[in-house]
């Protein structure tokens, strides 16, 4: 079963930044596509940003976040990124990786798959993220 850990929340006022990293103890994460999603207290979690597997030459991010957040993935270490600048306090949430094995030819593709939960099959604790003034 795959586990992930994510780390690198915490405190940061509104223009700062924070890295946050997504780590699997005892599987390769190569085959997986990742997911950050986000769910703020009385909010659903919605999606923030995907990768595609291995080279994670496919990303995306939901409009909210673009220009401010980027997705990477540092296979060697086994942890995908997620660094924040420009924070703001519509920002705060708890923060959660998420990943879906791909298989045959999408493994060296750059498909992403949708930012939906329902699309993920493992996921971390999360970390949380709080932008105040």
């Known amino acids: 079963q795959l586990q992930l850990v994510e780390s690198g929340g915490g405190l940061v006022q509104p223009g700062g930044s924070l890295r946050l990293s997504c780590t699997a103890s005892a599987f390769s994460l190569d085959d997986y596509a990742i997911g950050w999603f986000r769910q703020a207290p009385g909010k659903e979690r919605e999606g923030v940003s995907c990768i595609s597997p291995n080279t994670g030459g496919g990303t995306n991010y939901t409009d909210s976040v673009k220009g401010r957040f980027t997705i990477s993935r540092h296979n060697a270490k086994n942890t995908v990124y997620l660094q924040m600048n420009s924070l703001k306090p519509e920002d705060t949430a708890v923060y959660y990786c998420?990943?879906?094995?791909?298989?045959?030819?999408?493994?060296?593709?750059?498909?992403?798959?949708?930012?939906?939960?329902?699309?993920?099959?493992?996921w971390g604790q999360g970390t949380q993220v709080t932008v105040f003034s």
């Open positions: 998420a990943a879906v094995r791909y298989y045959g030819a999408l493994r060296g593709s750059t498909v992403v798959p949708e930012m939906s939960p329902n699309e993920f099959d493992f």
